[in-house]
């Protein structure tokens, strides 16, 4: 963005550029076996990831980032949907289960609709291999258009410590209550399978009051959150 920013201005052109992210996902490129090694065969099975809560903490920070910068990104198209790199797993004339990615993504889809406000959030960081300092928090806020509601979806990125979560939600006075609904999981390897396609789902935990102004949750380590606050009933 800040590219076509820079060639807008310098060029001085009215046109402004929006982006499309097309074909995103997490994909485990080592696992592939490469063009060279591939035979001739009817529906062979390539590319079938199968994805941990690792994976689903990704998928739904990735999600985060496409919220936040929806002023300009109005088009985000996972890669595939069933079998190759997708959130759905399938057997021939079998069953059919939801892969740990298919929860964010959902529930994203679901309640991401509405106006994506502004957010400054402050946390802890830790030192990356090849970025720097990360932040430990990622998050975003939705309101929806047709009402006061206010989605929150958040990461936790610390693998071993909760985080307490305090959002400053005076600017919104008619919120008073909400849902915290967690994907997360003590084995962050945890992966759903044919055999236990539930192994690892949304999970709801404490319910969220608003008190002065202010929404308090505790996140769970290595986990993608939804918090949904809306008025009293």
């Known amino acids: 963005m800040a590219t076509c920013d820079h060639v807008r201005a310098v060029g001085r052109h009215?046109?402004?550029?929006?982006?499309?992210?097309?074909?995103?996902?997490?994909?485990?490129?080592?696992?592939?076996?490469?063009?060279?090694?591939?035979?001739?065969?009817e529906a062979p099975r390539l590319i079938e990831d199968t994805y941990s809560v690792v994976d689903a903490v990704v998928v739904g920070d990735l999600l985060i980032s496409l919220l936040r910068h929806a002023d300009r990104v109005k088009i985000g198209c996972l890669a595939q949907l069933v079998n190759v790199i997708a959130p759905i797993r399938s057997e021939p004339g079998g069953p059919a289960w939801r892969q740990t990615i298919f929860h964010p993504f959902a529930l994203t889809s679901r309640h991401g609709r509405g106006t994506v406000l502004r957010t400054e959030p402050t946390s802890p960081v830790y030192e990356s291999?090849?970025?720097?300092?990360?932040?430990?928090?990622?998050?975003?806020?939705?309101?929806?258009?047709?009402s006061d509601a206010v989605t929150l979806f958040a990461v936790n990125r610390d693998q071993q410590q909760e985080l307490a979560l305090d959002v400053d939600v005076r600017s919104c006075p008619g919120l008073a209550t909400g849902e915290h609904i967690a994907v997360h999981d003590q084995d962050?390897?945890?992966v759903n399978t044919a055999e236990q396609p539930d192994r690892v789902s949304p999970r709801r935990l404490d319910d969220v009051k608003v008190i002065d102004g202010h929404a308090t949750a505790v996140l769970p380590p290595l986990s993608w959150?939804?918090?949904?606050?809306?008025g009293a009933e």
Do not use: C, H, S
């Open 14 to 41: 009215r046109k402004r550029i929006n982006l499309a992210v097309d074909e995103w996902n997490v994909w485990y490129q080592q696992r592939f076996a490469g063009e060279e090694n591939l035979e001739w065969g």
């Open 129 to 146: 291999t090849t970025r720097g300092e990360v932040p430990v928090l990622d998050v975003v806020a939705v309101q929806a258009d047709e």
């Open 188 to 190: 962050p390897d945890a």
């Open 225 to 230: 959150n939804m918090i949904r606050l809306r």
